[in-house]
């Protein structure tokens, strides 16, 4: 079939944030994984902002940001919320492949 590829089927949640976590799921989105990228509510995932700081060319959009999150799904989700340990449950019961890169401090607030 040709939509086959290596990671078709593969299904991946994607809660890092700046380059080489989103870059490694995207490496697996390109290659056929269903990945969903999860961001803060509002102001969404704080790349999305980087072009605007020096010392980066003037540029109207973000195009780092999107070679990083192509061929994702998103959602917004609160994880400080209540409520959002049982989202985050879910979706790990859902996935083959978490990717992460909160400090080891960070995620011992979230547990």
């Known amino acids: 079939m040709a939509d086959e590829n290596i990671f078709s089927g593969l299904k991946v949640v994607d809660l890092a ?12 989105s390109d290659y056929g994984a269903d990945v969903i990228k999860v961001e803060p509510p509002g102001s969404g ?20 940001w999107h070679l990083d999150n192509r061929n994702k ?6 994880l400080k919320s209540p409520h959002a340990r049982t989202v ?6 859902w996935a083959d ?15």
Do not use: C, W
């Open 88 to 93: 985050i449950e879910r979706l790990v019961k």
């Open 45 to 64: 995932d704080p790349h999305r902002h980087t072009f605007q700081l020096p010392p980066q060319p003037r540029s109207k959009d973000n195009y780092a």
């Open 17 to 28: 944030s700046f380059i080489a976590g989103p870059g490694a799921a995207t490496i697996l």
């Open 73 to 78: 799904r998103g959602m917004a989700l609160d």
């Open 97 to 111: 492949v978490l990717v992460i890169n909160f400090p080891h401090p960070a995620r011992k607030r979230l547990s």
